[in-house]
């Protein structure tokens, strides 16, 4: 009986040894897959800065995805709102076929609002990290002449000419540039009840996505402080707001540091 017994104890201590093993085995497997969007036009994948911040992720052992996406320079503005929805889709695909758990979203000006409106459209992003946000369909629908190309594509999509492609107007940091796309595509991007409006996605982003808002002092959004975009977010203690010496394009390198130790004390597993 006191062999029986002290095999049982051994047997016991062992299975409860091998619970905490497992548990710590199971979370030293998950990744954390970051998927950065850059800027729109003349913005791409090849954007110095934003290769620094991958750089960093990489570095800290990070799965990384940059892809071309809808507004970059060569493709600007290629499809609508929802299509940049689906290549986003995909490319969360990616980022678990090649092993990411946990997925966290980074974008650049115009990645901004489309990483903002991907979280609170799918629900399934664990952490959102906004650098030098850009892209603010409110002001441009004040703003001449965006706001007559906004008005004129409204006019074409009541009238059922929204696939009608033509020259429409942008606002890129201040410099006036032209797109062609669809009247319905534009729109999808410009209207300031649209989705692409960060004021009006932020409060639709899920609780538990905790969102870094950071902006270079040198950049025209940092007058426009915490109440534009991120007081709205719903409350999340590991939400922050950073602000850094820089300006709108130099924001991703100069945070890298910053961005990467947010990521990992936001989403890492812990043993």
């Not at 710590?24 to 800065?49: C, E, F, M, W, Y």
């Not at 071309?68 to 290629?78: C, T, V």
Request: proline fraction near 6%.
């Amino acid at each position: 009986m006191r062999f029986q017994f002290a095999l049982a104890a051994i047997a016991a201590f062992f299975i409860q040894a091998t619970v905490p093993m497992a548990e710590a085995q199971t979370a030293a497997q998950d990744r954390i897959g970051v998927l950065l969007l850059h800027g729109k036009n003349p913005g791409s994948a090849n954007d110095p800065n934003f290769q620094r911040l991958k750089s960093k992720l990489d570095e800290e052992g990070m799965i990384t995805l940059m892809p071309d996406m809808p507004w970059s320079a060569r493709r600007y503005i290629d499809g609508d709102w929802d299509k940049a929805m689906a290549e986003i889709d995909s490319h969360v695909e990616s980022l678990r076929g090649k092993g990411a758990t946990k997925i966290v979203i980074a974008g650049h000006s115009m990645g901004c609002p489309a990483a903002m409106g991907y979280a609170a459209k799918r629900g399934n992003v664990d952490a959102l990290a906004l650098l030098a946000p850009g892209h603010i369909p409110v002001f441009y629908a004040g703003t001449s002449p965006t706001r007559e190309s906004i008005e004129e594509a409204r006019r074409l999509v009541a009238a059922g000419h929204g696939d009608t492609r033509k020259d429409f107007n942008d606002n890129n940091q201040g410099r006036a540039q032209q797109v062609r796309t669809t009247a319905k595509a534009y729109l999808s991007y410009f209207d300031p009840a649209s989705e692409a409006e960060m004021s009006v996605t932020a409060p639709k982003i899920p609780q538990q996505t905790a969102v870094l808002w950071v902006v270079g002092d040198g950049d025209a959004i940092a007058n426009r402080g915490r109440a534009y975009v991120f007081d709205k977010l719903q409350p999340n203690p590991k939400s922050q707001y950073l602000q850094v010496n820089a300006n709108h394009l130099t924001t991703p390198m100069v945070a890298r540091d910053a961005v990467a130790a947010w990521i990992k004390s936001t989403v890492a597993p812990q043993p």
